[in-house]
C-alpha cells in the first residue's frame, strides 16, 4: 500500500496569534489598537487568578467577575470598555504595506497560558475572567446535557433537554462572534507599569447612584425615573447627578432617593425588585403607584403641597420638618406600600398620614411624637432625620401601620 501526506496541511502547536491593528502613540508610549473575539480573550490575556492576584493589580472580587459574564451571556445589547493591557515587549508589528500613514498593521501576540502570558491587565481583570468562566460555565452545561441526553429513555425527557441544548449553544454561537476591545501599552519598565495601573485607578471617576438610577434602564425604578420625576412634588426638585442631600443644596431629593422610594411603593422599605418581580410589574403601573403616593402625601402634609406649589423652597422644608429628609419619606412610602396592600383606599391613608401632620416638625425634642418608647430608638434628640439603618426603617414602617389601627393618644380625635 502506497499514499502520500500533504505535509501543507499540518502545523505544530501555536505559539502565538495574529490579529489587524492599528498603531498609536500615548504618553510617548506606543499602543495597539485591537478587536479580540470573547472566545480568544483567555489566550491573548492571562486569567485572573482568585487564589494568586498578580502583584502589580488589584486582587479579583470572584462574584463581580462572573455579574459581568452573566450581564454578556443573558444581555444582547451589551457594552464593555476597551481592555488595557502592557507588553513587556513580546508583541510584533508589521505595517501593512501602503498603509504608513494610517498605522494599520499585523500585531503577533504571543498565546497566553492560563495565568503566565506576556501581556498584563491593567484594568479589565474581572471582564476577562468574567468572560471566561461564563464560556466555560456554558461549555459545561452542553457537556452536562449531552450524557443526560444519552441516558435518557423518556421522550417528554428528551425534548426538554433538546431545547435546552439549543438555548445553550445559541448563546454560545452569539458569543463567538462578539468582540471586545483591547488597548496594549508597549512599557518594557516593570515600575513605570505599575504606575500605569495606579494613574488608571486615580483618573477613573465611578459612577454615582444618582446616575446609575437616572441611566442604568435594566432596572424598573430607574427605568421610569424621568417620568415619576414629572411630578409636581419632583419637577426641577431632583439632583440627577449628586447622592448626598447637603444643607445647601437646592434640591429635594436624588435620582437614587427617587428611586429608593419607587422600590419602598412597590415592595417595602427592605424589599428587593428581583428579576422576576421586575418581569412582572408593567412600568405604567409602577408610574401610576408612586404618583398616587405622591399625591397621597402632598394631600396629607401642607409643607410638601407648599413645595409642589413652589412657596416652600427644599432648604426650608430641610431646616423645619422630618418631611425634608430622605428617611422619614422613605418610611411613609413603606407605610402606604403595607396598607394599601391591606386594600385601605388613598383617601383613609391621607387622613391618617394628614392625622402624622403636626408631628413633623425637626429637629426632634423629647416630647416629640417619636420620642415615645415604641418609636425612640428610632430617633436622635436634636436630629431633623429618623436612622436610615434599614433596621430602623422598617421598625418604624411597622410602629407607623400599626397606628392606623390603633393610634396612639396623640393621633386620636
Not at 495574529?18 to 489598537?33: D, E, F, K, N, P
Request: charged share 25%; hydrophobic share 40%; net charge neutral.
Amino acid at each position: 500500500m502506497s499514499f502520500s501526506v500533504d505535509t501543507s496541511r499540518l502545523s505544530s502547536a501555536r505559539r502565538s496569534s495574529t490579529h489587524l491593528a492599528s498603531r498609536s502613540v500615548q504618553g510617548g508610549r506606543i499602543v495597539y489598537s485591537v478587536r479580540i473575539p470573547l472566545t480568544s480573550l483567555d489566550q491573548v490575556l492571562p486569567v485572573p487568578s482568585v487564589e494568586e492576584p498578580d502583584p502589580d493589580n488589584r486582587k479579583v472580587t470572584p462574584k463581580h467577575a462572573k455579574d459581568f459574564g452573566d450581564y454578556v451571556a443573558q444581555n444582547k445589547a451589551w457594552v464593555a470598555p476597551t481592555l488595557l493591557a502592557r507588553d513587556n515587549g513580546g508583541c510584533e508589528f508589521t505595517l501593512v504595506p501602503g498603509a504608513e500613514s494610517s498605522g494599520i498593521g499585523y500585531l503577533e501576540i504571543p498565546l497566553s497560558i492560563g495565568s503566565v502570558s506576556p501581556l498584563l491587565i491593567i484594568d479589565g481583570q474581572h471582564r476577562v475572567l468574567g468572560i471566561h468562566l461564563t464560556l466555560k460555565d456554558i461549555g459545561d452545561q452542553i457537556t452536562k446535557v449531552d450524557r443526560e441526553l444519552a441516558k435518557t429513555t423518556r421522550p417528554d425527557r428528551a425534548s426538554t433537554l433538546t431545547t435546552t441544548r439549543k438555548t445553550l449553544t445559541d448563546q454560545l454561537a452569539r458569543l463567538e462572534q462578539e468582540s471586545m476591545g483591547l488597548d496594549i501599552y508597549v512599557e518594557p519598565d516593570n515600575i513605570r507599569a505599575r504606575q500605569m495601573f495606579v494613574d488608571v485607578a486615580d483618573n477613573a471617576k465611578g459612577i454615582s447612584s444618582a446616575l446609575r438610577s437616572r441611566f442604568d434602564s435594566s432596572k424598573v425604578a430607574n427605568r421610569i425615573l424621568d417620568r415619576v420625576i414629572n411630578h409636581a412634588l419632583f419637577k426641577d426638585r431632583i439632583d440627577l447627578e449628586q447622592d448626598r442631600m447637603t444643607a445647601r443644596n437646592p434640591n429635594l431629593m436624588g435620582a437614587k432617593h427617587v428611586a429608593d422610594l419607587t422600590r419602598g411603593v412597590a415592595v417595602g422599605v427592605a424589599g428587593r425588585m428581583g428579576r422576576k418581580r421586575e418581569a412582572e410589574i408593567a412600568d405604567e403601573v409602577l408610574v401610576e403607584k408612586i404618583h398616587r403616593f405622591l399625591d397621597c402625601i402632598c394631600d396629607a402634609f401642607p409643607e410638601l403641597s407648599a413645595v409642589a406649589e413652589r412657596t416652600l423652597t427644599p432648604l426650608e422644608l430641610r431646616k423645619n420638618s422630618l418631611l425634608g429628609s430622605v428617611g422619614m419619606l422613605r418610611v411613609l412610602a413603606g407605610v402606604y406600600r403595607e396598607l394599601r396592600e391591606s386594600a385601605v383606599p388613598d383617601e383613609e391613608i391621607t387622613a391618617f398620614f394628614a392625622r402624622l401632620a403636626p408631628h413633623m416638625n425637626a429637629p426632634i425634642s423629647e416630647g416629640s411624637l417619636w420620642f415615645r418608647s415604641e418609636t425612640k430608638q428610632d430617633f436622635a434628640v436634636n436630629q431633623s432625620s429618623p436612622s436610615t439603618l434599614t433596621q430602623n426603617l422598617q421598625h418604624l414602617v411597622s410602629v407607623i401601620t400599626k397606628w392606623y389601627h390603633t393610634p396612639p393618644l396623640e393621633l386620636q380625635g
